[in-house]
């Protein structure tokens, strides 16, 4: 038995994947594959609209904003959401604590002034004070990013901003917990983590931040032009789009982003129970206020990593099956990926791994 903890492309849930291996050749009375119907036809338009419906359903997004899916990926909507919204005013404060939302940031200045609200940081380990934060009241929107894969850094809030919009990427913990929509302007998140297979992106944008895009934004980076059109301003990935509204209907089924919370508390803190109480054996730098649900980094042996410790931990886990603990390149170590359909039962069974080893190997 083979458990998957990577970090994107994530596990997905398997009664999701046998629905869809059932459905692969022929979908329903169709007599053909999803992969096979026009993107304009009766048959895709019906699937394309229930994954839009599923989205405002599960998280509840107001009336006042737009559900788009778009492609590009998270790297894309880097772009996108400069271009679509930074001409406002030129400017926009970027809230950098951790890998991703530096990315954001680079790519953003192509584009305009940013503002960094807190000075770049050599690691990241904790979200600084709101305090130190230095706001620009003119800019367009204040971008964060709410989890970030690399170095297991989550918001434990929602920042105030002073009623500049809010933009948020939350590519890896959408569909993990409830969300106040209304308080953000835009909200993406790429489907390769909870929500489906990659190659599509989930953005909700309120209504009034629609049709400020500069005019050297790409068609299909345009709010505007993907509001109007429903998001089929051009052929989508219709087979990836209908299997991630498969996914929408699994959580729904599971007791909605309410019980993936729960869940994910419970994930989490069955492999933060370890590495706490396992005096230094394994350490996670990660403030404890701000760790993240989703993503859990470690180090075996000591703060900086034991790097024959950390090769028989790996081995270990594989020969059980588990896979993909490798962390990041950028940082090493041992990450462990926890979405939503990671079960308890397979958490547990790391858990269990790890007071084993630690058992065996402490000194």
Known sequence: MVINFGAGPAKLPREVLLE????????????????????????????????????????????????????????????????????RTGKADYLVTGTWSALAANEAARYG????????????STIPDPKEWKLDPQASYFYYCDNETIGGIEFDKIPETNGVPLVVDMSSNMMSRPIDIAKYGVIFGCAQKNMGPTGITLVIVREDLIGHAMPITPTIFDFQTMAKANSISNTPPTFIIWMMGR???WIKRNGGVTEMYKQSLIKSRLIYDVVEKSNGFYYCPI?????????????????TGDDELEKLFLKGAEALGMQQLKGHRSVGGIRVSLYNAVTIEEATALHQYMLDFLSKHQK
């Open 287 to 303: 403030e404890a206020r701000v760790r993240s649900r989703m993503n859990v980094p470690f180090r075996v042996g000591s703060p």
């Open 113 to 124: 002034k940013i503002n960094l609200v807190v000075p770049k940081q050599d690691k990241y």
């Open 247 to 249: 996914v929408f209907a």
């Open 20 to 87: 869809v291996q059932q459905q692969f050749v022929e979908h329903g009375t169709s007599g053909m594959s999803v992969m096979e119907m026009s993107h304009r036809g009766a048959n895709y338009i019906a699937l394309h609209e229930e994954t839009l419906s599923l989205v405002k359903e599960l998280l509840n997004v107001p009336d006042n904003y737009k559900i788009l899916l778009m492609q590009g990926g998270g790297t894309g909507m880097f772009s996108a959401v400069a271009m679509n919204l930074l001409g």
